[in-house]
């Protein structure tokens, strides 16, 4: 069997498996075990599979993702999220669909002391909903702001998704941080200028006039922890106090803290901050194993440096190999979430993008590739027919018809289309402020 064919097998193998609702983990666990023997025998895989469990696990940077998780599960259990959205209402609801703008801002700034899409997407959902219905906007607005709001939780440092890249990539975590400022920024005045287009070129879908809240002394100090921690977590890594996952800890244990301060926090809170922790975790952690053995067997067939050493010979531009491997996220994002589309194809698709010539230095590229991916996979948790914070959206407001959010969402993909052409050509945008991290 050819090693084109054998690649074939493999993620044929995976997508039939995923078809039939196995979970992604086993999916790529089995289709890279099927692969592994195939091509050097059963003997062969089970030395690999002996010692790869310990030394995926054993790298200290891995424990940064159960960190930013548990940080984010404080932030959600410690009742953050309702000041976060009470001073963006203040701020924004003078304007029309300020409500709505007012979701976002909140997402923004839940996401960045949270580092997970669903969880800012079922966490500002449950608070800003309700009001968003009292208000007088439709359904279809509400949802799919609060579903493409939802994907500044990991556009927005701190992001799992961007901490695997890393590993991955072998790439500065702080520096990987730095350069999703400005891009996780654009995209949450991006959203906030689509929700002012389409209230304005579609009647009906918001109230004409909103009734301005006002900003009191308890909505300013609602955000002051918010703010203390995200200084002080950035501010710290920034300048050089601590490392990420020191950072990571540090976080942590602030946003424990400011939740105990806002009395919200039981001891049941408590135990499910730990108990979901584990659980993301644990799930991340499988994923992990399933990709590493199915990218083995890919390593294997040589089907990775094969493709680099053709897309090379086609004398495409290099932008023009990116925007192609990109399109292929969008295609997968409808079939995979955002952590197992990485761990599968970053090992595949990274080499072949550090062998082209964009004229910056590689870290840079690898830098700014990280970027791009990570804006494209937030893409997919929109895009139809998988589109999982719109699942999530939609199942916390059952009086809403899903393809009433997938139509809610379709201005939000616009935006996230414009806004992904103008940082692919233009890299210096999401490098800006790399070049200030040590």
């Given at each position: 069997?050819?090693?084109?064919?054998?690649?074939?097998?493999?993620?044929?193998?995976?997508?039939?498996?995923?078809?039939?609702?196995?979970?992604?983990?086993?999916?790529?666990?089995?289709?890279?075990?099927?692969?592994?023997?195939?091509?050097?025998?059963?003997?062969?895989?089970?030395?690999?599979?002996?010692?790869?469990?310990?030394?995926?696990?054993?790298?200290?940077?891995?424990?940064?993702?159960?960190?930013?998780?548990?940080?984010?599960?404080?932030?959600?259990?410690?009742?953050?999220?309702?000041a976060l959205f009470e001073f963006a209402s203040a701020v924004m609801s003078r304007f029309r669909g300020g409500l709505a703008m007012a979701a976002v801002m909140a997402c923004a700034a839940f996401g960045a002391i949270c580092g997970s899409?669903?969880?800012?997407?079922?966490?500002?959902?449950?608070?800003?909903?309700?009001?968003?219905?009292?208000?007088?906007?439709?359904?279809?607005?509400?949802?799919?702001?609060?579903?493409?709001?939802?994907?500044?939780?990991?556009?927005?440092?701190?992001?799992?998704?961007?901490?695997?890249?890393?590993?991955?990539?072998?790439?500065?975590?702080?520096?990987?941080?730095?350069?999703?400022?400005?891009?996780?920024?654009?995209?949450?005045?991006?959203?906030?200028?689509?929700?002012?287009?389409?209230?304005?070129?579609?009647?009906?879908?918001?109230?004409?006039?909103?009734?301005?809240?006002?900003?009191?002394?308890?909505?300013?100090?609602?955000?002051?922890?918010?703010?203390?921690?995200?200084?002080?977590?950035?501010?710290?890594?920034?300048?050089?106090?601590?490392?990420?996952?020191?950072?990571?800890?540090?976080?942590?244990?602030?946003?424990?803290?400011?939740?105990?301060?806002?009395?919200?926090?039981?001891?049941?809170?408590?135990?499910?901050?730990?108990?979901?922790?584990?659980?993301?975790?644990?799930?991340?952690?499988?994923?992990?194993?399933?990709?590493?053995?199915?990218?083995?067997?890919?390593?294997?067939?040589?089907?990775?440096?094969?493709?680099?050493?053709?897309?090379?010979g086609w004398g495409l531009a290099p932008v023009a190999v990116v925007a192609a491997i990109l399109l292929f996220y969008v295609v997968l994002g409808a079939v995979m979430?955002?952590?197992?589309?990485?761990?599968?194809?970053?090992?595949?698709?990274?080499?072949?993008?550090?062998?082209?010539?964009?004229?910056?230095?590689?870290?840079?590229?690898?830098?700014?590739?990280?970027?791009?991916?990570?804006?494209?996979?937030?893409?997919?948790?929109?895009?139809?027919?998988?589109?999982?914070?719109?699942?999530?959206?939609?199942?916390?407001?059952?009086?809403?018809?899903?393809?009433?959010?997938?139509?809610?969402?379709?201005?939000?993909?616009?935006?996230?289309?414009?806004?992904?052409?103008?940082?692919?050509?233009?890299?210096?945008?999401?490098?800006?402020?790399?070049?200030?991290?040590?």
């Amino acid at each position: 069997m050819s090693p084109l064919a054998l690649s074939g097998l493999i993620f044929g193998v995976m997508l039939v498996l995923m078809a039939i609702r196995t979970p992604i983990a086993i999916s790529m666990f089995i289709a890279g075990c099927v692969g592994y023997v195939l091509q050097a025998g059963l003997a062969p895989l089970e030395n690999f599979l002996n010692t790869q469990a310990f030394a995926r696990f054993a790298s200290y940077d891995l424990s940064v993702i159960p960190l930013f998780i548990l940080m984010g599960q404080f932030a959600t259990q410690g009742g953050i999220s309702k000041a976060l959205f009470e001073f963006a209402s203040a701020v924004m609801s003078r304007f029309r669909g300020g409500l709505a703008m007012a979701a976002v801002m909140a997402c923004a700034a839940f996401g960045a002391i949270c580092g997970s899409s669903v969880a800012t997407a079922a966490t500002i959902t449950s608070v800003a909903l309700p009001e968003l219905k009292r208000h007088g906007y439709s359904g279809r607005l509400a949802t799919g702001t609060l579903a493409a709001g939802g994907t500044l939780g990991i556009l927005i440092p701190p992001s799992v998704p961007l901490v695997i890249y890393a590993i991955l990539a072998e790439q500065n975590i702080a520096k990987l941080f730095a350069a999703a400022m400005v891009p996780g920024v654009i995209a949450m005045v991006g959203y906030m200028i689509a929700i002012a287009i389409y209230v304005r070129l579609v009647p009906g879908h918001a109230p004409e006039h909103e009734e301005a809240s006002r900003m009191t002394v308890h909505a300013l100090g609602g955000v002051v922890p918010i703010a203390f921690i995200f200084v002080l977590v950035f501010g710290g890594i920034y300048g050089g106090l601590f490392t990420p996952t020191e950072g990571a800890a540090v976080g942590a244990a602030s946003t424990f803290v400011a939740a105990l301060l806002k009395r919200e926090m039981t001891w049941q809170k408590f135990k499910h901050c730990f108990y979901a922790t584990a659980e993301g975790s644990a799930m991340i952690f499988m994923i992990f194993i399933g990709a590493d053995v199915m990218n083995a067997a890919l390593a294997l067939t040589q089907v990775p440096a094969q493709l680099a050493s053709v897309v090379s010979g086609w004398g495409l531009a290099p932008v023009a190999v990116v925007a192609a491997i990109l399109l292929f996220y969008v295609v997968l994002g409808a079939v995979m979430d955002e952590l197992s589309m990485i761990l599968l194809t970053i090992p595949i698709f990274f080499p072949l993008v550090m062998s082209l010539d964009f004229g910056m230095s590689k870290e840079y590229t690898a830098i700014w590739f990280g970027i791009m991916v990570l804006m494209t996979v937030g893409f997919g948790l929109l895009a139809p027919p998988v589109g999982l914070n719109v699942y999530v959206v939609n199942g916390m407001a059952r009086d809403i018809p899903i393809w009433e959010s997938y139509r809610g969402v379709m201005p939000f993909l616009v935006s996230d289309t414009i806004r992904t052409i103008v940082l692919l050509l233009f890299p210096s945008i999401s490098l800006w402020l790399v070049k200030y991290v040590g």
